[in-house]
């Protein structure tokens, strides 16, 4: 696959891997990031990677542009060619109806359908976190069934709660945080994706795998009570590493 090096600014390359919205692309972005980020090269500061694109923001007193892109190469020839990453899936309870989803009566009219099989369709599905971004740890996901599609809130809310769990045109996405907010809310899942007292900060990362998982009131405040005892424990299968293709 071809790529375009764009240079952003005076300490930024960009590597643009096509012109439209694919896990296959994404896939690209996700790995080439991986991979540097296990080369751990000086001067690299920090990557941010989109739907079709790593920026590489890196320190030019230690490396060069032509440098970076020499590493960028070396990878794409080589590294991709024999290793593979694996993915993590990350399970995400979500209370639907009621208080936690104001909205889903909305969907549901739109769509034609009842609101239980709405909830049935948006949580069987497996959904790629393309990028974060919106607000800190806002995941934009890939894979929602098109038959639950449904166009922004005519007026945005002034306020959705953190957690919440939304619908936007053919998109679903989380509320990291309290904010503004013109998506249609299904559902909340008392889960934290933003934590600024946190070491790590977000729960999610670009290339994960999500899975909503219905749950009741009694259990999201179940879970709620635990997180802020520090006692749950995040359903997550498979790990962020590379693993040789046979």
Known sequence: MEVRYLISGDSTLVVEFGDKISPEINGRVIALMRALDQRRLAGIVEMLP??????????????????????????????WVSYKFRQRTIEIPVAYCGEYGPDIENVAGHSGLDVEEVVRIHSTGEYLVYM???????????????KIATPRLD?????????????????????????????QIIGRTPLKLFDATSDK??????????????????EYERIKKELDQNTYRVGIKGSKRWEELE
């Open 50 to 79: 989109t739907y079709r694109s790593l920026g590489i923001n890196y320190d030019p007193l230690m490396i060069s542009m032509e440098e970076l892109k020499g590493e960028v190469e070396i990878l794409r020839g080589e590294l």
């Open 132 to 146: 974060l971004g919106f607000t800190p740890g806002f995941p934009y996901l890939g894979g929602m069934d098109k």
């Open 155 to 183: 007026v945005p809310r002034k306020l959705i709660s953190a957690g919440s769990v939304g619908i936007a045109g053919t998109q679903t996405g989380i509320y990291p945080i309290d904010s503004p907010g013109g998506w």
């Open 201 to 218: 900060g977000f729960l999610l990362e670009a290339g994960d795998i999500l899975k909503f998982v219905p749950v009741d009131a009694d």
